[in-house]
């Protein structure tokens, strides 16, 4: 079945700074990539997502970038903020009907 | 419009209990998903239904996890006689027609003693 790796498990950066984390997947059937990002004892928000005919999408200070032959997408927060420290969890799935396979989660920590 | 909320949010129950879980999902969306999520991890799949049709239960952990949508709207997860390793957060989401977008309600968080 579908595996989801996410890296890296905690991540550090000072505020102002860009973060990056990264995500590799095994079912090349997934055609379907969110991002999610969850405060301690909040619901998962989607942020952003991505669909597999796309290569780059961007909203804002974040943005997602997506290899199909790699089978990994990443995800880039520029200009980071206080109110960026979460849980963040990279999924992927083959479509609408079809569960969401999970990351195990990066904790971003934004240094001030 | 209204997001997808559940009830209780908070729900501790002493072993061996039976307990109800509801969600009711964002209008019109047609995918419901039921997911656990244990402390300091993410989301584990349970089930998943299309309108009123349960069309996977394979991430139900046991014979004692049971999931219904009888009208395609408002879906209950049922744990019977509840142990401790159930207690986890249990997070619904509903998905919109199309790729696959999938919204969270808060959860009810699931502590067995």
């Known amino acids: 079945g579908e595996n989801v790796e996410q890296h890296p498990s905690t991540l550090s950066v000072q505020e102002g700074d860009s973060a990056v984390i990264k995500c590799t997947y095994s079912d090349s059937a997934s055609n379907y990539f969110p991002w999610y990002k969850q405060e301690l004892g909040k619901r998962p928000q989607l942020i952003i997502d991505i669909r597999s005919n796309v290569g780059e999408k961007k909203d804002q200070r974040i943005a997602v970038t997506l290899n199909k032959t790699a089978k990994h997408f990443s995800l880039h927060i520029t200009e980071t903020q206080p109110e960026d420290s979460a849980v963040y969890f990279c999924?992927?799935?083959?479509?609408?009907?079809?569960?969401?396979?999970w990351g195990a989660g990066t904790k971003l920590i934004i240094k001030p | 419009g209204a997001g997808v909320s559940q009830s209780p949010r908070y729900k501790v129950a002493k072993r061996g209990q039976d307990v109800a879980l509801r969600c009711d999902p964002i209008?019109?969306?047609?995918?419901l998903f039921w997911y656990q999520q244990a402390l300091g991890q993410g989301p584990e799949f349970l089930t998943y239904f299309q309108n009123e049709a349960q069309l996977d239960k394979s991430g139900l952990p046991s014979d004692r996890f049971f999931a219904e949508r009888p009208e395609g709207s408002v879906s209950t997860l049922k744990i019977q006689r509840t142990q401790q390793e159930d207690s986890a957060v249990y997070l619904c989401?509903?998905?919109?027609?199309?790729?696959?977008?999938?919204?969270f309600g808060p959860g009810t968080r699931l502590t067995v003693l």
């Open positions: 999924a992927a799935s083959r479509g609408s009907n079809y569960q969401l396979i």
């Open positions: 989401a509903s998905g919109s027609p199309g790729p696959g977008t999938q919204y």
């Open positions: 209008s019109g969306h047609v995918s």
